[in-house]
C-alpha cells in the first residue's frame, strides 16, 4: 500500500503530461508538478462549485482536465502538422525544421544511473534518519499539516479558508495557507495508509522526485549527459534541501515545491523549442502546482524567469524568436491565468508572513562563505562537495553554460547570506515573503551546487576521454569519460566520509524520533480519547504536543497549534482559566458551548522553555478534574459536576 503514496504523486500527473504530448526525462520529472498543478486547480474550482473533495472526484477532475488540455494541445498539433506538409508540397526547397535526433540509448543509461544513485542515497538518508515510517516528526509546523490533512478528509472541503478551524481561527471566511500538498494527500489518509506514514511517504517521494528533476532539467537545457548523471547523482548529498527543510519545520509543502523547480525549468525549455500548446499549458499547470504548494516559490520562479529572459536577449542562450515569441507570451498569459486564483487569497495573510522574523545567526563574512561552499546554516562546511560545486561554477562560467542558473545561485545566496546576518528594513523587505527565514534561501541553493559538481566531473572526464580517443578509437571516447567519471563521483563519495550520510541522517534524527513532544504513551492517550471523547473536544496544553491528538487518532482539540489561541478567545478562556470553572461564567460557557468532557495532559514541550497552560496546572489537585486515564507520558481528566467531586 505504501506504494500508493509514491504512485499518487506521479500517476495524475503522467495522465495530464501524455495529453500535453511531453514524454521521455521530461514527462517523468514533470508528472508530480503537474499533479500538483492539477490538485492546486482541483481545488479552486471543486470548492467554488460545492463539489466535495474525495477519491472519486479527484479522478474525474483529472480525467476532465486531461481532455481540456489535452484535445487543444492535439488540435493545434494536428494543424501544424498538416500546415508543415503543405509547406513542404508547395516549396519544397524549405523543409520544415527538423526535430534533434533521439539521445542514444547508452546516454539515457548513463544518466539512468545517475539519477538511480541520487535517489538511492536520498532514500537511504532519509529512511535512517526518520528510523521509522511510524516516525512522528517532533517540530512546530508538523501537527498543523498533519491536521489540515485530515480535516480536508474528514470534511472533503478542497477551499484553504476551510482550515481556519485548525487554525484556531474558526469562521474567518479569508483565512489562508496553500492547501494544495495537503489535498493531494488527504482523499488518501486511512484508506491507503495511517498519518504517521502517509506523511513520510509523501516526504520520501520528494526526495526522490529531486534527482530525477535535476537530470530532466540539465537534459533539457542541453548539458552533456554525463554531467546531468553526475548532478543527479550527487544532488541528494547537500544537507541545505532536501534534509534541514525535512527536519527542521519540517517544511514539506515547501520541500515539495523546491524539489520540483527543476522540473518546472525542464519544461520551461519547451517554450523555445517547439511551436505548439504542450510546452506554454504544461508550465502554466506547473506554476499552479508551484504556488499552490507555496506561495513564496512565485518568486523563487520569478528569479530564474527574469535572469533566462536576460540570458535569451543577450544570446547567453540560443533562441529564435520567430518560433518563440508566440509560445512565451501564451505561457506568460496561461500562467498568470492558471496561478492567480490560487495567490490571490495569499493576501489576506500577507502581513502575518512578512512580519515574521527570526534572528541573526551569522556575521556577514560567514554567511558570504556558507554561500560559496553551500554549507548555510552549518557549522562545519561540505569542505569537499562544495569545493568541487564551486570549480564546478568557474567552469560554467568559462564554458558559458546554464549562465542563468549561476546568476540565481548569485541572487537567492546574496538574499541568504542578508537574511543571515544582517537586521534591516530593505532585507525584511526582500525576504519577507519567505517569512523572513534564512534557511529557506539555503534550500535553494544546492540545485546549482549539483549542476556544478556535474560540470567539473565531465570537464575532466571529457579530455582525459578526448586524449584516450585519439590513441585508442571512437568507442574508448564515451567508455573512458564514463569511467573517470563515475570513478570521480565514487572518489567525491569517500572524501565526504559516504555522501555526508552520517551527518544528514543525524540532522534529520533531530526531530525524527520519539521524544518530548509526542510520545508512543501520548498516542496511546489520544486512541484512548478517541474510544471515549464522543467527538467533542478535548482540553489540551498548548506546548505538549496534544495538538497532534487530531491528526493521529480523530480527536479534536481545544488548541489546535502551539501558538495557542489567544487568552481572549473561546479556546483561551479554558487553556488560562480552567481551575475558575465554579467563579467564572465565561470558563463555564466556553466549556458548555464546546462540549468539553476530557482534559489531557502530556509529557514534555515542544520548546523546553514553554511552560504549562495556566489553566492545566496540577491537574491532580483540582478537585473538579478526575484522572481516568495514565501512562507515564500522559494523563486524561474528566471534568465532573461539583457534587461530583473527589473528597
Request: positive net charge.
Amino acid at each position: 500500500m505504501s506504494a500508493l503514496v509514491v504512485l499518487a504523486y506521479w500517476v495524475p500527473g503522467l495522465v495530464i503530461g501524455l495529453a500535453l504530448r511531453l514524454r521521455g526525462w521530461t514527462l517523468a520529472a514533470a508528472a508530480p508538478v503537474l499533479t500538483f498543478g492539477g490538485v492546486g486547480l482541483g481545488t479552486y474550482a471543486l470548492g467554488r462549485t460545492g463539489v466535495p473533495w474525495n477519491l472519486l472526484t479527484v479522478a474525474l477532475w483529472f480525467l476532465v482536465l486531461a481532455v481540456v488540455v489535452g484535445v487543444p494541445t492535439w488540435l493545434v498539433a494536428r494543424r501544424r502538422a498538416k500546415a508543415l506538409d503543405a509547406a513542404v508540397e508547395t516549396e519544397p526547397g524549405d523543409a520544415p525544421v527538423v526535430a534533434p535526433a533521439k539521445r542514444p540509448l547508452r546516454d539515457n543509461i548513463v544518466v539512468l544511473v545517475g539519477v538511480v544513485a541520487g535517489m538511492a542515497v536520498g532514500a537511504l538518508t532519509f529512511l535512517k534518519g526518520i528510523k521509522s515510517l511510524n516516525t512522528v516528526n517532533q517540530d512546530w509546523d508538523a501537527p498543523f499539516h498533519g491536521n489540515a490533512i485530515r480535516w480536508i478528509a474528514e470534511h472533503e472541503a478542497s477551499l484553504p479558508s476551510a482550515l481556519g478551524q485548525i487554525a484556531n481561527l474558526p469562521g474567518k471566511a479569508d483565512y489562508f495557507y496553500p492547501n494544495t500538498y495537503h489535498a493531494l494527500l488527504a482523499p488518501l489518509l486511512d484508506k491507503v495508509v495511517a498519518m504517521p506514514e502517509l506523511l513520510n511517504l509523501a516526504a520520501l517521494s520528494m526526495v526522490l522526485a529531486w534527482p530525477l528533476g535535476v537530470a530532466a532539467m540539465a537534459l533539457a537545457w542541453r548539458v552533456p549527459p554525463l554531467a546531468a548523471a553526475t548532478a543527479a547523482a550527487v544532488s541528494t548529498w547537500f544537507s541545505a534541501f532536501p534534509y534541514d527543510s525535512l527536519w527542521r519545520g519540517p517544511l514539506w509543502p515547501y520541500v515539495a515545491g523546491v524539489a520540483l523547480v527543476p522540473a518546472t525549468l525542464a519544461l520551461a525549455r519547451k517554450i523555445f523549442t517547439e511551436r505548439g500548446l504542450g510546452g506554454p499549458i504544461a508550465v502554466a499547470l506547473a506554476m499552479a502546482g508551484l504556488v499552490g504548494l507555496h506561495t513564496s516559490l512565485a518568486f523563487v520562479m520569478a528569479v530564474y524567469a527574469l535572469l533566462l529572459l536576460v540570458a535569451l536577449v543577450v544570446r547567453l542562450e540560443p533562441v529564435d524568436w520567430q518560433v518563440a515569441r508566440v509560445p512565451l507570451l501564451v505561457t506568460a498569459v496561461l500562467a498568470v491565468l492558471a496561478a492567480l486564483p490560487l495567490a490571490l487569497p495569499a493576501f489576506a495573510n500577507a502581513a502575518g508572513v512578512t512580519s515574521a522574523g527570526w534572528p541573526e545567526f551569522a556575521s556577514p563574512s560567514d554567511a558570504f562563505g556558507q554561500v560559496l561552499l553551500w554549507s548555510p546554516t552549518q557549522g562545519f562546511p561540505l569542505w569537499f562537495l562544495g569545493g568541487a560545486a564551486l570549480v564546478g561554477i568557474v567552469l560554467m562560467m568559462l564554458h558559458k553554460r546554464l549562465l542563468w542558473v549561476v546568476g540565481a545561485w548569485v541572487v537567492l545566496g546574496g538574499l541568504y547570506a542578508a537574511c543571515a546576518s544582517i537586521n534591516s528594513k530593505l532585507v525584511d523587505t526582500l525576504t519577507g515573503p519567505f517569512y523572513n527565514d534564512a534557511w529557506r534561501f539555503a534550500a535553494l541553493l544546492p540545485l546549482a551546487g549539483a549542476l556544478a559538481v556535474g560540470e567539473l566531473v565531465w570537464t575532466v572526464a571529457t579530455r582525459i576521454g578526448a586524449k584516450s580517443e585519439a590513441r585508442l578509437g571512437a568507442r574508448a571516447g564515451f567508455v573512458v569519460p564514463v569511467a573517470v567519471g563515475l570513478v570521480g563521483v565514487l572518489a567525491l563519495a569517500v572524501l565526504t566520509k559516504g555522501a555526508y550520510l552520517g551527518r544528514n541522517t543525524q540532522r534529520l534524527g533531530w526531530s525524527n524520533h520519539d521524544f518530548s513532544t509526542v510520545t508512543s504513551g501520548e498516542r496511546q492517550a489520544y486512541q484512548w480519547l478517541k474510544e471515549h471523547a464522543d467527538g467533542k473536544p478535548v482540553a489540551n496544553d498548548i506546548g505538549d504536543g496534544s495538538v497532534w491528538m487530531y491528526a493521529l487518532a480523530g480527536v479534536k482539540p481545544v488548541e489546535w497549534t502551539f501558538y495557542g489561541a489567544g487568552e481572549d478567545s473561546t479556546a483561551g478562556a479554558i487553556s488560562y482559566h480552567l481551575q475558575e470553572i465554579e467563579t467564572n461564567p465565561r470558563v463555564q460557557k466556553a466549556v458548555k458551548d464546546l462540549g468539553v468532557r476530557y482534559v489531557v495532559v502530556g509529557r514534555g514541550t515542544v520548546r523546553p522553555e514553554m511552560p504549562r497552560s495556566p489553566g492545566l496546572k496540577d491537574l491532580d489537585s483540582f478537585p473538579l478534574a478526575r484522572k481516568v486515564y495514565s501512562n507515564p507520558d500522559a494523563a486524561v481528566y474528566e471534568l465532573v459536576e461539583p457534587g461530583d467531586q473527589r473528597p
